[in-house]
Every structure is written in structure tokens, then in C-alpha cells.
């Protein structure tokens, strides 16, 4: 924990602001850095008149998949000339600024997990840390990163009328599914229902022989250790004890 305070110390006591994040730009690199990860610059800050760009890090854990992890540089108006102190175990400005824990306190979080991580002793998936620019000034760096860059996992989605209901699952994001037609499964899956709709089969669902009777469909959400509840005709799982 003293780590991360340290860091976070640190990092409020350099002047910053959208477009002006270059001093916190080179202290975050530089702990990455000395942790042992290779850090990318690109050239965002360029695209609203900014002096430092997004900055992209990751650390393989040995297991396949990956993450993101996000966290912006700059802060809002009042944030120059920050003297945080420790008061009653709580860290505060003097306050005649900001803290600008929004958003260096996820900054060093994230640099903290990086610690964690290479500390455990465990194997995990990729992690991809993102530190923004110009977020406060509507998202600027965001904006500007090419996507592209980051590692591309294969997804699962899961789109369900209700809890419990059966669901239409693809991996992949928009890739073909096998069958050579470039749709994935729950495009197909969802045309077909549109057509069946269309046709007037399968117009009640409770009429569709291959649903599962709701008794089957609560077992199944208890087995899963989650139960069914319903408000105002919305359903609701919750967690069952244990």
C-alpha cells in the first residue's frame, strides 16, 4: 500500500491539464518502465494541440485473452500547485486546489496492479494499460487512439430475452462462424426468429415447444447459484448466499 500512495504523492504534485500532461506523461512512464514493461507513445496530444500523447503498456501473464485498463492523465480546472497531506489516515489538498484523485488515484492504481500482478505468482491473461490525454476536455485523446493497437480477443456475447432464457452466443467480433456464408451463428440465429415472427410461427413463446417450462429454468439459474426475481415485469438475478 505505501507504494501506491507514494505514487499517487507524486503524481499530484506535477502541474497538469488537458493538453499539458507531459510531466505526468514522463513519471508514469518511467515507473512502468522501471517495473519492466515497454511503454508506447503515440501522437495524440498533435490532434488538439497537446504536448504528450496516450500512452500503452502490457504485461503477459501466461494465459490466453487479455484486458484493458484505463486511466487519463490530466484534471480538471484549479489543479496546479497541489499540496496533498495526510490527515486522519485520509489523503486531502490543503484546499486551496483540487486533489485530482480524478483521475491519479486510477493512475496509480493501475501502476500498483502491475506490482500485484508480477508479485503474485500466478498466471493471467494479458493486461493492457492505457493512460489518456485530454479526457477532461471531452475525451480528446480517447478519440485519437487507433484502436487497432490493442490485442484483439475473441468474445462471447450472449443476448437473452430473460434471465434464464436461451440466448444466442458468437466468438469472434463479426467474424464468420465456420459455415461460409461470413454471418456470424446469432446473426443467423436472430434472422431466422425474424422470419419465423414474420411467418406467425412461434408467435407466443410459451407455445415454442423447445422452450425450456419455467420450473426447468429456475433449477437452472439455482444450479448457477443465482435465483429469479421479477419487478414490474423486469427480471432480476441476484446471488444466492454462499
Known amino acids: 500500500m505505501e507504494d501506491i500512495v507514494e505514487d499517487f504523492l507524486e503524481l499530484v504534485q506535477i502541474d497538469a491539464a488537458s493538453g499539458n500532461e507531459r510531466g505526468v506523461a514522463d513519471a508514469v512512464k518511467a515507473r512502468l518502465e522501471a517495473l519492466g514493461l515497454a511503454v508506447d507513445e503515440d501522437d495524440a496530444g498533435a490532434s488538439f494541440g497537446g504536448n504528450a500523447g496516450n500512452l500503452l503498456a502490457a504485461l503477459d501473464g501466461g494465459l490466453p485473452g487479455s484486458i484493458l ?58 493486461v493492457e494499460y492505457l493512460f489518456t490525454v485530454g479526457e477532461e476536455a471531452g475525451l480528446l485523446g480517447s478519440k485519437a487512439f487507433d484502436t487497432r493497437r490493442l490485442r484483439r480477443s475473441r468474445l462471447r456475447v450472449r443476448l437473452a430475452r430473460s434471465a434464464g432464457a436461451r440466448g444466442l452466443r458468437r466468438s469472434g467480433a463479426g467474424e464468420p462462424d465456420g459455415r461460409g456464408d461470413g454471418k456470424s451463428g446469432a446473426r443467423r440465429q436472430l434472422s431466422r426468429r425474424g422470419r419465423q415472427r414474420r411467418d406467425g410461427a412461434g408467435e407466443n413463446p410459451r407455445d415454442d415447444p423447445r422452450r425450456p417450462s419455467r420450473s426447468r429454468e429456475h433449477g437452472q439459474l439455482r444450479r448457477a447459484g443465482l435465483r429469479h426475481q421479477s419487478h414490474q415485469h423486469r427480471p432480476v438475478l441476484r446471488r444466492l448466499p454462499g
Open 69 to 126: 485498463l484505463n486511466a487519463h492523465m490530466d484534471r480538471v480546472a484549479n489543479g496546479l500547485g497541489i499540496k496533498p497531506q495526510i490527515k486522519d489516515g485520509l489523503i486531502v489538498s490543503d484546499g486551496t486546489t483540487i486533489l485530482a484523485a480524478d483521475d491519479l488515484s486510477g493512475v496509480a492504481a493501475l501502476i500498483d496492479s502491475v506490482r500485484r500482478l508480477q508479485a503474485c505468482g500466478r498466471k493471467f491473461p494479458r
